[in-house]
């Protein structure tokens, strides 16, 4: 499995503590850290909440990493559903 977070590292000093817990979890098999993009991608036979705690712990801003179109997509659902409220409310 295949884990994305985006996690708030602004320097060296972040990326190595996020290195440092990844390096000790169990089923990492291998990690990539973008400092430029805050993206942190974990592979291996690991669970998303369990790579998320792991950073977390890190004292790192940490979140699941959005891809575009799904966030794109939520939007207009939440949109429709405002005038419905409004009538209701009325």
């Keep these: 499995m295949t884990v994305v977070l985006k996690v708030g590292m602004s320097c060296q000093g972040c990326v190595g503590a996020v290195k440092r817990v990844l390096g000790k979890m169990e089923g990492v098999e291998s990690y990539d850290i973008n400092i430029e993009e805050q993206k942190v991608t974990v592979k291996g036979n690991v669970e998303p909440e369990a790579v998320f705690q792991t950073v977390s712990k890190t004292g790192k801003k940490t ?28």
């Design 63 to 90: 979140s699941y990493w959005e891809e575009a179109p799904a966030e794109g997509e939520a939007k207009p659902a939440e949109e429709e559903a405002k005038p419905t409220e409004a009538v209701a409310v009325a």
